[in-house]
Structures are given as structure tokens and as C-alpha cells.
């Protein structure tokens, strides 16, 4: 059987600016991320800001740099005493005053909607933490002397996910707004350990989860199912296709693509052949979600290309979270690597970037 993704020089030939291998290093960017947000924390820029609990959290954020919000709300579904909200936009929404905790999240610091949501959160005297490697973000933060966690340079945006994500999370765990962080950590981390040594570029492909998934979603349109609670985990793999692998896919949640999303399966079977279907899974599912998954699932199968399922790793809420982004991050390069395209450059998007017609 012809194996593909275990030609090693080819993945490399392909995945030229290495982006195979920064996903590698996820756990040991997670550790990076901890430090340096605990030396953020112990700056004490930010001590007064956190002293009393917020009527709300807002990430504002573009693309990458906003999946780090839409994580955090995930690992903390049906757990947060406030509301988790991520703003991607120009503007904040109209409930969020000084009450609010805003973190202004670009990775470059040149991301044109965040610089507008930063100026309106200051504006609007909440208590902001800015969150970046540098760029004008970095400079209006000085300015206004607004705390900046920065970050390392030189990733891409989504390649810097463990930076713009965990401390987010251990500045909640410092208000005593989360609780467990530790523990759940470190299981994260020996979750995410053995499985790079299932995904890894060495381990052969009927072997690798994330190579096998890559394969079968080959020549297909992804539409990635998640249950609410990992809404944004299904993001994140549905813009990993897209960014990654170059191709279009996309992200429904359930319960609610149950009442309209599965009608269109009932439609032409020559538009229906090019889909392919991925359901994000959770061992602790709720009963009545888990039997109308299976019901969905038999009304897909035979209509779709393929049918997918992949389950979430790990007891805490962290590990599973983090065990679904991992592989879906890994399989999208693998994808790239299939359509022999370098995973890294997003020329679209910096096209459109460079498209303004106010710029700050």
C-alpha cells in the first residue's frame, strides 16, 4: 500500500518553512507561554486591574489571534462565573463598559479591527491587557500605558496558539476565576506527549491518526461538527483547512445543526459526493446529544464522501480541549503536504490586509 505521508523528505520539501515542526513543539511552547505569563503577573502592571471580579471577559481578536478566546471558552464551558465573549470587529459590543476586562489580542500588533477595538476599550475606560509581539499595538499600549504581555516573535499567528491561549487562562487562574489550572496542565501535557508520538512525521501512516485523517479527507470539502462545548475547537480545525491545507471548509454546532444544518444532506448527491463529514467527540457527551450524533450519523453516511469521528483524549476539560486542536492542527499540515502546497503563506489574507479605507 502506497504510503504517502511517510516519504519524510517530501514533507519537508513541501512543508518548507516548517510548520510541521512548530506544531510539534506544542507542549513545550505551552511551558514557554507559562513562563511568561507568571513573569507578567509578577511585574505587577496588572495587579490592579484583577483585583475585583469583572462583569465580563472580552478577547478582541482577528483570526489566530482570536482562537486563543474561543478556547479559553471552551475549556471553561458551563464553569465560568462570568461571561467569556470573543469580539472580532472594529468595535467592542455596546455591554462592555468599565466593569469589563478586555484583552486586545494581535500577534503581529498590525491587525487593523483590533487597534480599533483596543481604542475603544480604552475609550470606554475598561481595564485592558494588550497581548502581542510587538507593532503598533505594542507602541499605543506604551502610550497609554495599558499592560502588554509580549509575546516571541517570528510564528505565524495561529502557530503562536499555546502564547495567545494559556496565559489568558493564568490570568483568570489569578483571579481565582478559574481553579485546577495546574493539574489540568500538567495532565494537558503528558496527554499532548503521547500523542506527538502518534502523529509524528516518524510513526508510519497506519499508525498516525492525524495522516490517516488527513487521507481520508483528501479531494473534499471538510464540514466539521462540534458539540457547544467545543465550538471553538471546531474553529480552529475548520480555519487550520483553510489556512493550512488551502481549502475550503467549514463548522456547524450541535445541538443546533440538527435543526437545519442535516436538511441539506438531502440534497443533489453530485454536490453532496465532494463533503466530507468530521464529528468532534467527547466521552462525556450528554446522552440525549450523543443519540441524536448517531441518528445525524446515519442519515450522512452514504450521502458525504467520508464520515469521521474523532474523540478527545484525557480525563480534564484541558487535555481534551487541547488533544482535538493538536490533531486537527497536525492533519491540516499533513492535508497541505497531500496537495503539495507549503503550509505557511496565507497570500489571500495579506492581500486583504493591505486593503483599508480609513487606516489607523
Not at 468599565?98 to 481595564?127: H, I, K, P, W
Amino acid at each position: 500500500m502506497e504510503a504517502p505521508l511517510d516519504d519524510l523528505e517530501r514533507v519537508k520539501t513541501v512543508d518548507r518553512s516548517g510548520m510541521l515542526e512548530v506544531q510539534m513543539s506544542m507542549p513545550e511552547a505551552l511551558l514557554n507561554a507559562r513562563r511568561l505569563a507568571e513573569e507578567f503577573l509578577e511585574r505587577g502592571e496588572v495587579k490592579g486591574l484583577l483585583e475585583e471580579e469583572p462583569s465580563a471577559l472580552v478577547v478582541a481578536g482577528m483570526g489566530g489571534s482570536a482562537i486563543g478566546g474561543e478556547l479559553l471558552r471552551d475549556w471553561l464551558f458551563g464553569s465560568s462565573p462570568i461571561p467569556i465573549h470573543v469580539s472580532r470587529g472594529y468595535q467592542l459590543p455596546s455591554f462592555i463598559d468599565e466593569m469589563s476586562l478586555v484583552f486586545a489580542v494581535s500577534y503581529s500588533g498590525n491587525t487593523e479591527e483590533t487597534l480599533s477595538s483596543f481604542q475603544d476599550a480604552v475609550s470606554r475606560g475598561c481595564r485592558t491587557i494588550a497581548v502581542t509581539s510587538g507593532g503598533r499595538l505594542g507602541e499605543m499600549s506604551a502610550r497609554h500605558g495599558v499592560p502588554c504581555l509580549r509575546l516571541p516573535r517570528g510564528l505565524a499567528p495561529r502557530a503562536a496558539l499555546p502564547y495567545l491561549f494559556l496565559p489568558l487562562a493564568l490570568i483568570l487562574d489569578e483571579m481565582a476565576l478559574v481553579s485546577g489550572l495546574e493539574k489540568e496542565l500538567e495532565e494537558a501535557l503528558r496527554v499532548l506527549r503521547g500523542l506527538r508520538r502518534e502523529v509524528a512525521p516518524e510513526t508510519p501512516q497506519a499508525d498516525n491518526p492525524a495522516k490517516l485523517l488527513a487521507l481520508s479527507l483528501s479531494h473534499t470539502i471538510p464540514v466539521v461538527y462540534a458539540p457547544r462545548g467545543y465550538s471553538g475547537v471546531a474553529l480552529r480545525m475548520k480555519t487550520q483547512f483553510n489556512e493550512n491545507s488551502k481549502v475550503p471548509a467549514y463548522r456547524a454546532v450541535l445541538p443546533e445543526a440538527f435543526h437545519n444544518d442535516v436538511v441539506g444532506y438531502e440534497g443533489p448527491r453530485e454536490l453532496l459526493g465532494s463533503l466530507s463529514a468530521v464529528f468532534l467527540r467527547d466521552g462525556e457527551e450528554d446522552p440525549r446529544l450523543r443519540a441524536k450524533m448517531d441518528v445525524m450519523r446515519g442519515l450522512l453516511e452514504g450521502r458525504v464522501r467520508v464520515l469521521r469521528e474523532v474523540w478527545a483524549r484525557g480525563e480534564g476539560r484541558l487535555a481534551r480541549v487541547l488533544s482535538l486542536v493538536f490533531l486537527g492542527d497536525v492533519a491540516s499540515t499533513y492535508l497541505a503536504v497531500l496537495y503539495g502546497v507549503d503550509p505557511t503563506p496565507v497570500e489571500s489574507i495579506s492581500m486583504i490586509k493591505g486593503a483599508s479605507a480609513n487606516p489607523l
